[in-house]
C-alpha cells in the first residue's frame, strides 16, 4: 500500500515591491508649480508619475492657474491706481 504524498512546496514568488504612499498636497502643489516653468528633475518626474493622481494635477494646476490671474489682476490694478 502506497502513502500518498503531499506535493513539495511551490517555490515562493519573490515578495512585490511595495505600493508607492500616494503624493501629498504640499508634493502635488510643488509638481505643478516646477511644470509652470517647465523644470523637473527626471527622478521626480518618475516619482511623480507613480504617486500623482492626474485628477489632483489638474484640479491644483487650475487652482494655480487661477491664484496666479488673479495675482496678475491685483498687481495691475494697483499699478494703475499708484500711476498718478
Same mark, same amino acid.
Do not use: C
Given at each position: 500500500?502506497?502513502?500518498?504524498?503531499?506535493p513539495?512546496? /511551490?517555490?515562493s514568488?519573490?515578495?512585490?515591491? /511595495?505600493?508607492?504612499r500616494p503624493?501629498?498636497?504640499l508634493?502635488?502643489a510643488g509638481?505643478?508649480?516646477?511644470?509652470?516653468f517647465?523644470?523637473r528633475?527626471?527622478?521626480?518626474?518618475?516619482?511623480d508619475a507613480?504617486?500623482i493622481k492626474p &485628477?489632483y494635477? =489638474? =484640479?491644483?494646476?487650475? &487652482?494655480s492657474g &487661477?491664484?496666479f490671474v488673479? /495675482?496678475? &489682476?491685483?498687481l495691475?490694478?494697483? =499699478?494703475?491706481?499708484? /500711476?498718478?
Amino acid at each position: 500500500m502506497r502513502q500518498r504524498q503531499d506535493p513539495p512546496p /511551490a517555490a515562493s514568488a519573490p515578495p512585490r515591491p /511595495a505600493e508607492p504612499r500616494p503624493a501629498t498636497f504640499l508634493q502635488v502643489a510643488g509638481a505643478v508649480f516646477w511644470s509652470f516653468f517647465g523644470v523637473r528633475k527626471r527622478r521626480h518626474m518618475l516619482q511623480d508619475a507613480t504617486t500623482i493622481k492626474p &485628477l489632483y494635477v =489638474i =484640479i491644483v494646476g487650475l &487652482l494655480s492657474g &487661477l491664484v496666479f490671474v488673479f /495675482a496678475l &489682476l491685483a498687481l495691475v490694478s494697483f =499699478i494703475t491706481r499708484n /500711476a498718478g
